[in-house]
């Protein structure tokens, strides 16, 4: 008889086929990791500058296209650091004057305290929803950028991304977050001047790399920008794009990175695009969400069905159910990494549904996590 949660023998066939649910980083397929093994193929510990990872470059900024459909005169642009980075690149290169957000978790409110300390930029506009909610830009004269989250990966929230009413007759541009959300969530790249995101979630890759789908409008911000003011090269928006139309990063990039999203990339378009990973998420979504609200114990966290993102679901338990046990049961079972966000700080499981991510293993986790619920009482 188990004496605690981590002594649940969960049934094998009630197990997930890959037992990994982190929302980043997150499941690599185990295709991808045998391609960085490939004998004789893998540009491992070969320069930037040569053409075995230039043409890696290429692959992964020729797929992006090919995958958002990128409208005529977009360019896909890379660079080292991560979104985090980006938040500094678009600060120094994209806002002229001032920036609004739409904070409703931790990764919107991270990039408006990024513009607001600027000391070369005025204040900014920051519009707040609780955790949970979706916050929406609005129109505000003076504001030249409007940012915000595609989706939250703090909270499971996703908001749409539209351009607010005439903020692009107004000059303004639309810089969104879609770190957890590319390749996971319908989008039309047209509604953007900057749709940025990190590999470590859909793209089944590591972190450490930025990468932006630019309008011209943004490409020419950047360019008059930079003219004025002074920008590190390591931010400098140009500086990265001038280096991506030669398929390379300014300064040395993980190619084992580049490789496992290259990999990953193919992959989707071979399934079919956008069109067959939105179809995945959103299957695993809606079993999630609909078992969530089938038990007692357990309720979405994001309340308004529109809002619920299909890539990361967010699940609070009954406080008589402690989440950490929960947790316990499955690790000891090879079902991992379904923690909420440390800072949410709630009694919470939070699942990964990115594209790798078997819908089908999605509902042998919500099995598994019934067969601990009925062992813990």
């Known amino acids: 008889m188990a004496t605690t949660p981590a002594d649940i023998r969960i049934p094998t066939d009630l197990l997930p086929g890959d037992g990994r649910f982190g929302a980043g980083p997150s499941k690599v397929r185990d295709a991808q990791v045998s391609a960085l093994a490939a004998a004789g193929r893998s540009p491992l510990g070969t320069s930037h500058r040569q053409e075995p990872v230039r043409a890696l470059v290429r692959r992964i900024r020729t797929g992006l296209a090919e995958l958002f459909a990128l409208p005529e005169g977009y360019e896909v642009a890379l660079g080292n650091g991560g979104s985090t980075a980006f938040w500094d690149v678009a600060t120094f290169c994209l806002v002229r004057e001032r920036a609004q957000h739409a904070a409703f978790g931790e990764f919107g409110a991270k990039f408006a305290k990024a513009t607001s300390r600027a000391p070369f930029l005025a204040p900014s506009s920051v519009v707040e929803a609780p955790a949970g909610t979706v916050a929406h830009c609005r129109a505000e004269e003076g504001v030249d950028v409007y940012a915000w989250p595609h989706n939250e990966t703090s909270t499971g929230a996703a908001c749409p991304v539209e351009r607010v009413a005439g903020s692009r007759e107004a000059g303004a541009l639309t810089v969104i977050d879609g770190t957890s959300a590319a390749g996971g969530l319908a989008v039309d790249v047209a509604q953007s001047d900057a749709y940025y995101f990190a590999p470590q979630k859909s793209f089944g890759s590591d972190g450490g790399l930025w990468l932006a789908l630019l309008s011209p409008d943004a490409v020419a911000r950047a360019a008059e920008l930079e003219a004025e003011r002074w920008v590190p090269e390591f931010l400098s928006l140009t500086t990265a794009l001038t280096n991506s139309r030669q ?7 993980a190619i084992a990175t580049l490789l496992l999203m290259a990999e990953q990339l193919d992959w989707m378009l071979e399934q079919g695009g956008l069109a067959w990973t939105t179809a995945r998420t959103a299957a695993s979504a809606a079993h999630l969400y609909g078992w969530a609200g089938s038990r007692p114990w357990a309720t979405p966290f994001v309340t308004d069905p529109a809002e619920r993102s299909d890539v990361v679901g967010t699940i609070d338990l009954d406080d008589a159910l402690p989440a950490g046990e929960v947790l316990a049961a499955l690790r000891a079972n090879g079902v991992v990494d379904a923690f ?25 986790f919500t099995a598994c ?5 009925e062992r813990l009482g």
């Open 369 to 373: 996590v019934d067969f601990v619920v």
């Open 247 to 253: 398929d390379q990063t300014l300064n040395t990039p």
């Open 340 to 364: 909420a966000y440390r800072k949410l700080g709630r009694n919470q499981l939070r699942v990964a549904m990115f594209p790798a991510i078997d819908p089908e293993d999605v509902a042998a």
